[in-house]
C-alpha cells in the first residue's frame, strides 16, 4: 500500500498546490476587501469572474502535475499560467475599480498609502505571470519556479512586498 | 494532450454557462435582498425553490452542451429551457411576494421606483423563456441566442434595462 | 435521449425528496434559532448531530428511489425512515435543551406560548416517524405517504400545525 | 441487499469518524474565535493550515477504514496519526500566536485563567499524537483507542478536561 499512496503523488502535489495558491488569493481578498465598504454591479461582477478564475485553478494544476516530466507538458504549462495571468488582470481591474476615488467604493477611513501599495504590489501580476507563460517554451523548471515565487509575493503584506517609499 | 482538451470543450462550455448564469442569478438575488429586511416561512420557500432551480441548472446545461449539433439536440433544449421558465416564475412570484406593500418586508426607505423598475423587468422573464422553449422546435440556435440574450438582459441593472420614465 | 434521460428518474426523485427535506430542515432550524439566542458546547453539540442527519439524508434516500418495487424495498425503508426518527429525536433533544428555561439560551423577549407550540409540534415527530418505520413491514406505500405527510407537517408554522389554545 | 449495505461498512465509519472528529475540531475553533478578536495576516495564515488539516482528514481516515486488519494497516495508521500530529501542532501555534499578550489580537475582556487553560489542555496534544504514532508499531488498536481518547479530551471544554487550579 506504501508504494500505491506514493504513486498517487501528483493528486497530493496538485492538490497541496491549489490549496496554497487558493488560500494566497483568498488572504489578498481579504486584504482589498477590509479596504472596501460598499459595493455596485460592476464590482459583484469583477469579483464573480475572480471567483471563476479560483475555481478554474484546481484543474490546470492538475493538468500539469499529472504531465510533468512527459512530452507534452508545454502544452499543460501554458494552461495553468495563463490562468494565473487571467486572474492577475482580474485582481488589478477589480481594485482599480474599487479604488477609483470618483466611486467612493473604499471605507472613508482607508489609508491612501496602503491602497498605493496594493497598486503597486498588484501592478507586478500580469507582466510576470505573461513572462512565466513565455518560459514553458524555454524551460519548465524555470517557468514553475518563478510561477511558485509569485505566489510567496503575492502572500507577503503589501508593506513588505514593496518599498515603503512612495 | 492538446487535442485531449479541445476534446473536453462540451464540459468548459458548460461549466462556464452555467457559472455565468448562476452568476447573473446571484447578482439579481443580491439586487432583490437589497430591498428586502425582513422574511417569513412563505418567503423562505420561495427562496428555497429559487436555490433549487439555480441548483439544478448544470445538469440540463451539460446535457445541451454533450448533444449540440446531434439528433436529439431539441429534447436537451426543451429540458434546458424549461429550468430557465421554471426559475423566472419563481424569480416573480418571489419579487411580488416580498413587494407587497401589505406584507411589509421590505426596508422602510425603500424606493418606490426602484422596486417598480425590479417588477417590470422581471415581467419579460418568463414569456419570453417560454419563447425560447417554443424556439426549440424551430431552431437551436435561435432558441440559444434568444435565452443567451435574456441572461444579458437580466445582468443589467434595472435601471438601464428598462426605460427610466414609468 | 429522451428514454436515457426518463430512465434516470430514480436520481431525479432522491435529489428533490432530499432537496425538499433538507429544506424543510432548514426551515424548522431557522425557526428554532430565531428564537435562541446565546449557545454553548453542548447546544454546538446537538447542532451537528441535527447537522450529521441532514448530510445522511440524501444516501438512504437515493436507496429507497432505486430499490422501490423491488423484492428488498423493506430493508431500503427501515433505513430510511431510521434517519428521520434519529432526526426527529434531534430536534426534539436540541429544543428541549436550548428552551429549557434555567440555561438561558433564550432571547429575552421570546414568546412562551411560540416556545410551547414549537416543543407540541415536535413531540409529534420520533412517535410518528417509529411508526413509519413500522408500516415497513405492512405497506412501502402506506410507510412512504405517512413520512411525506408528516414533512408537510413539520413544514407548517407551528402555530398553524398545532391548535391555538394551549 | 443487506448485505450489500452491510459491506459499505467502511465508508460508513470513515464517514461517521471524519464527521465527528471535524466536528471536534470545529467546536476548538469556534472555541479560540470567541476569544480572538482580531486577524492579522500571520494568524490568516495560521488559520489556513488548520483548515488544510480539516479538509485532508477524511482521505488517512478512509485509508484506515479500508486497510483495518490487514497486513499492510501500519502504513495506514502512520499516515492517520501523522495528520492529528500535524493538526495538534498548528492549533498550539495558532493559540500560541493569538493570545500573546504583545499582539493584543485577544478580545479586551477575555479572562486570563480561561486562556491558559486552552493553552493548558492544547499542549497534550501534538506529544499524545505522537505516542499514538508510535503505538501503530505497537499495537494497531492501542493506537485508534488513544487516537479516540485523545477526541473525546479535545471535545471536552478547558475548565472541565485541566484541572481548575491552575
Known amino acids: 500500500?506504501?508504494?500505491?499512496?506514493?504513486?498517487?503523488?501528483?493528486?497530493?502535489?496538485?492538490?497541496?498546490?491549489?490549496?496554497?495558491?487558493?488560500?494566497?488569493?483568498?488572504?489578498?481578498?481579504?486584504?482589498?476587501?477590509?479596504?472596501?465598504?460598499?459595493?455596485d454591479d460592476v464590482l459583484l461582477i469583477l469579483n464573480l469572474l475572480l471567483l471563476l478564475g479560483v475555481v478554474v485553478v484546481p484543474f490546470p494544476t492538475a493538468v500539469v502535475a499529472t504531465h510533468l516530466g512527459q512530452s507534452d507538458q508545454r502544452t499543460a504549462l501554458v494552461l495553468y499560467n495563463a490562468t494565473y495571468v487571467f486572474i492577475a488582470i482580474i485582481f488589478n481591474f477589480l481594485w482599480k475599480y474599487a479604488s477609483s476615488a470618483k466611486r467612493h467604493l473604499l471605507a472613508k477611513d482607508v489609508d491612501a498609502a496602503s491602497v498605493k501599495r496594493i497598486?503597486?504590489?498588484?501592478?507586478?501580476?500580469?507582466?510576470?505571470?505573461?513572462?512565466?507563460?513565455?518560459?514553458?517554451?524555454?524551460?519548465?523548471?524555470?517557468?514553475?519556479?518563478?510561477?511558485?515565487?509569485?505566489?510567496?509575493?503575492?502572500a507577503l503584506p503589501p508593506h513588505v512586498a514593496v518599498s515603503k517609499e512612495s
Open 1 to 39: 500500500m506504501y508504494l500505491q499512496l506514493i504513486g498517487q503523488w501528483p493528486s497530493y502535489f496538485s492538490f497541496l498546490v491549489s490549496f496554497t495558491f487558493i488560500g494566497i488569493m483568498w488572504i489578498n481578498h481579504h486584504r482589498l476587501f477590509t479596504h472596501i465598504a460598499r459595493c
Open 119 to 154: 497598486s503597486r504590489q498588484y501592478a507586478f501580476g500580469p507582466v510576470l505571470y505573461i513572462v512565466c507563460l513565455a518560459l514553458s517554451w524555454v524551460s519548465a523548471e524555470a517557468s514553475l519556479a518563478l510561477n511558485f515565487a509569485l505566489a510567496c509575493f503575492f
